[in-house]
């Protein structure tokens, strides 16, 4: 189940909708609890203004569709430049101006092991700047 298959209503059992959450969990945590804090470390030290909730919504659904484009193209790069320069919002979740942020936590996430380590709240930074200097290019050519 992914985040864009939210349903109001659900007929399914609780023990179906546990075993959902579970593997939606595994998908977008493989190495559990201590990735996720770790990741939510970083969200907050990075966008301190912003609500984790808020953030990590916008993290997940650029995760499905990062994962989903990388299925038809050759290259991580290909996703990167498809997702910071051509998709204009997703599902109201995520706007062209935020995307960037969102596409450098998903390479971050992409990068971890088992020891969940991310890089630093400046390293992100620096990589969120790199990301929109990439945009801002594609606008002068």
């Known amino acids: 189940m992914a985040l864009?298959?939210?349903q109001l209503f659900s007929w399914k059992s609780k023990e179906t909708l546990k075993k959902e959450q579970e593997v939606y969990e595994k998908w977008a945590f493989p190495y559990g609890t201590q990735q996720r804090?770790?990741?939510?470390?970083?969200?907050?030290e990075v966008c301190p203004k912003e609500q984790l909730p808020f953030l990590m919504m916008g993290f997940l659904t650029c995760k499905e569709l990062f994962e989903k484009i990388l299925e038809g193209v050759e290259s991580e790069a290909q996703v990167v430049d498809r997702l910071i320069?051509?998709?204009?919002?997703?599902?109201n979740v995520i706007s062209k101006r935020e995307m960037t942020?969102?596409?450098a936590?998903?390479?971050a996430d992409r990068k971890i092991d088992e020891s969940c380590q991310y890089p630093s709240?400046?390293?992100?930074?620096e990589h969120i700047q790199a990301l929109d200097n990439m945009k801002e290019d594609k606008?002068?050519?």
């Open 105 to 107: 936590f998903v390479l």
């Open 121 to 125: 709240a400046d390293e992100m930074r």
């Open 4 to 6: 864009g298959d939210f």
């Open 139 to 141: 606008k002068g050519k």
């Open 37 to 44: 804090e770790n990741l939510e470390k970083l969200m907050r």
């Open 101 to 103: 942020r969102y596409v």
């Open 85 to 91: 320069n051509k998709e204009k919002k997703y599902k």
